[in-house]
């Protein structure tokens, strides 16, 4: 039977890289005596896989990751079993019985929502800068944003203007944009201060980082892109309910994108 | 978000390989309030984390001080080379993964010491922490700085380092120095005032309390307490009730994969084996197996509490273990249960051990282990090592049948009066064994046989019979190793054999250090100021630079590894009381010479001192009755 769990990382749980936050919850599975299925032979392992890994230093409100479990007979006490064995830095959101013909989250990801905050005691010329909406306005008014994207072997130029869906610095005006409620995140925004938030293409096709809308949008105000200034977080991922595996629709392509949370997204 | 706060900045901790290691919070580690508590203990493993986790007495040592509610203990392993650099150019003090709050600020830092190879290690971490190197420099703003595990049983070469050494097992004196402590701090007497009190705390070693001095051959003279507090002798400390004593329920779980990533059961302690190279045989008698039931209990509750999906069993000689196959398989059915593998220890092969391997393991994948050690039976009688040719011929003619086809062969180099004919028997036992294989007829036969012989080189150790041994210059290491080489290429089934071998220059020190005494402080202080730590690990070890460091202090490696030492020689350990007597290992020593074997403790008992402890297998019905 196929269940998909959504969880948060934060903390210094941000320092654990996927691999390991696997074997976190293979480990935790076990304490928690959740029936997880295991794969045959002499080394039987746990049927899990993540969404989409968080890369070292990320955090995040909505990671995903199925699994293949033997039975469920109490899925509304999942939750707070698994809970029941994590640290207080990763916790398990939700849980969902899937179809037994739901399709691998990892290829139905189409988009994905991130905030992007000054880190703690660094400086920034988007530091309480009263204009900012109007800034960000102005970034995605331009006829096309260029970004360099380094691969293994090239570097080339790519217009990543028509995978940015929503811009915001406010959290009110982004919800409003996506039509998401995120609640309470298990990142302090006090101390660290959002700069943006936004929605972008993401997926094994085609994966936009964050970094580079933040690169591109530094090079528009003319200052110094340092990833260390800032934390990545994530806010929610998505499948599309118009996709098929192997195509993208973009939110203006003439099929456009319907974006749904991936622990409400069954196909 | 109460988040916990980090030693290390971010820039730092996405800056450094496997930043895993210098965050704690990891499953079952304890949280206190270090306000409420009155001891704050660190316990040190002096390399890198994935190491040091791995090491079961920390593990055990850990449990024991937390469930004291007056002591918190933490936790801190050596930062990596990475790390390293960038606290000593950015001025981070040392911390400890629990609290993340610097190691200066404890009361006790303990540094548990498993081989000589980490003795640079600690002054890292000294260093790092902001302790002054020195004991005697230590002022009452600095933690007391103590020792234990098997390297303390000759602490000399690095007694200046410490203010204290505990000689023996810690389960039975940390309360009592818990509650001296408390006392101390109360009385706000001076450094030298507790370090009295703990003198006299049985098992307790306090080096500056005794003063050594030397003949003119540079030998021991004289080695003797200064102080009225300290003991002449220091007799070892031991736990002899298994059962009823501190064994973890909720093991540290830790984030990385680290190199024993399982639940670790030890099921006894000591050997009744005594093999004349081996130091652990002697330093734990004697031997005491713990109870079935209290095994079964722990396999299931640290299974529970760790959620790890492997277990494993620890030992000197598991085989020896007279309960092991109920014990093995009342694991695997246990284990079977719940998709958790169970990682053999090595066993002696024959029916029984086929039968589990066979059961827990795929027998393609999986491979023999014997470890005869020499290679002529010659050698095996001069070492006490009971295993014949005629038992790896059989065992392994026994596995072949069983669908075996990979043998992992262990032997040494360099024993006491080893030949070049003892040698070339290595190669020929390694091919013996591929011969053995391919007297199957082919079609029941399944591939090729593949063995792997690998030699270490033999280092004399303290509180063994060959603690008088010469030990092998590098040459003489290389000259047997290239030799062995030829004639494992020269044998029939050449193709079928691999031979691997251990580094020669770190053998040399490991054999000083192992029998060196206190002039040796100064040069380890000196290669640690030139550049040296890390020399457990071959890529970071500066032969020349220690080379130099003898030579800048008139000291040679050859004054403690090329000489055989004489019967009447004080030895720098001899003030320490293991249980078993000198007059036994020198008698052992002989016997080794004539290449006479003596029975093990449950055959016959062979009068090594140890039954004065007054259990285990002292105290067993056995075939020969005590002495």
Known sequence: MKARIKFSKCGSMRFIGHLDVMRYFQKAFRRAHIPVSYSKGYSPHQILSFTSPLGIGLTSDAEYMDMELEECPEPEKMVDWINSQMNDEIRVKDFVLLPDEAKPSMAMLAGCDYLVALKPGKMSDFRDRPDMEQVLADFVAQPEILVTKKTK????????????YYLSSKLEAFEEQTGQAYGALCLDTEEYQPVLYCQLTAGSVLNIKPELVMQALCRFVGTEYDPLDYQIHRLEMYGDENGKKGEIHLLHDEIPCQLVPLSSYHK | ????????????????????????????????????????????????????????????????????????????????????????????????????????????????????????????????????????????????????????????????????????????????????????????????????????????????????????????????????????????????????????????????????????????????????????????????????????????????????????LSSLSSSDYKELPELVYWLIDECSKNGINIALPSLRIDAFSLDVMSKVQDVRKSSLTFAPEAGSQRMRNVINKGLTEENILNGAMDAFRGGWTRVKLYFMLGLPGETYDDIEEIAVLSDKIAREYYTIPKEERKGKVNIVTSTSIFVPKPFTPFQWARMNSREEALDKRN??????????????????????????????????????????????????FYDAWTEYFKYDVWQKAFEDHGLTMDFYNDRERSEDELFPWDFIDCGVTKQFLLREYHRAKEAVVTPNCRQKCAGCGAARFGGGVCTEKREGGCV
Request: hydrophobic letters at 35%; proline letters at 6%.
């Open chain 1, 153 to 164: 072997r090239s570097e080339k130029q790519v217009d990543i203007k028509p995978n940015i």
């Open chain 2, 1 to 312: 978000m109460g988040a916990r706060k980090l030693a290390l900045s971010d820039e730092i901790l996405l800056s450094v390989e496997k930043p895993a290691r210098y965050i704690g919070n990891e499953i079952n580690m304890v949280k206190k309030d270090p306000a409420q508590v009155d001891v704050r203990f660190c316990m040190c493993f002096p390399d890198v984390y994935e190491i040091g986790m791995s090491h079961l007495g920390i593990q055990i040592l850990y449990d024991m001080f937390n469930q004291w509610d007056d002591v918190y203990c933490e936790r801190v392993y050596s930062p990596w080379v990475d790390l390293d650099q960038i606290m000593r150019k950015q001025h981070i003090p040392l911390f400890a993964l629990e609290t993340q709050e610097p190691i200066r600020n404890f009361d006790f830092l303990g540094i548990t010491l498993q081989y000589e190879m980490c003795y640079t290690n600690i002054l890292q971490v000294l260093d790092l922490s902001g302790i002054p190197l020195k004991a005697k420099e230590r002022t009452m703003e600095d933690p007391f700085v103590i020792g234990g595990g098997p390297c303390s049983y000759n602490p000399e070469p690095i007694a200046d380092f410490f203010d204290m050494f505990y000689i023996g097992e810690g389960e039975t004196q940390y309360r009592r120095m818990m509650d001296e402590y408390k006392e101390w701090k109360k009385s706000g007497q001076d450094r030298v005032a507790f370090l009295k009190r703990a003198a006299q705390i049985p098992g307790i070693y306090v080096p500056m309390f005794y003063e050594a001095s030397y003949n003119e051959d540079g030998t021991l003279a004289d080695f003797q307490p200064i102080v009225q507090e300290a003991p002449k002798t220091v007799m070892k400390e031991v736990e002899m009730d298994m059962e009823h004593t501190y064994y973890p329920e909720k093991p540290l779980v830790p984030y990385i994969k680290v190199t024993q990533d399982r639940v670790v059961l030890e099921i006894q302690r000591g050997c009744i084996r005594g093999c004349r190279f081996c130091q652990a045989g002697v330093l734990y008698r004697p031997i005491r197996p713990r109870k079935l039931e209290f095994l079964k209990d722990r396999a299931i509750k640290m299974l529970e509490s760790t959620g790890h999906e492997e277990i494993t």
């Open chain 2, 483 to 532: 030799f062995l080489l030829g004639k494992v290429k020269s044998q029939l089934n050449a193709k079928s054999i691999k031979y691997n071998c251990h580094d020669a220059d770190v053998s040399e020190l490991e054999g000083v250090f192992a029998r060196g005494d206190r002039r040796l402080n100064d040069v380890i202080l000196q290669a640690y100021e030139d550049g040296c």
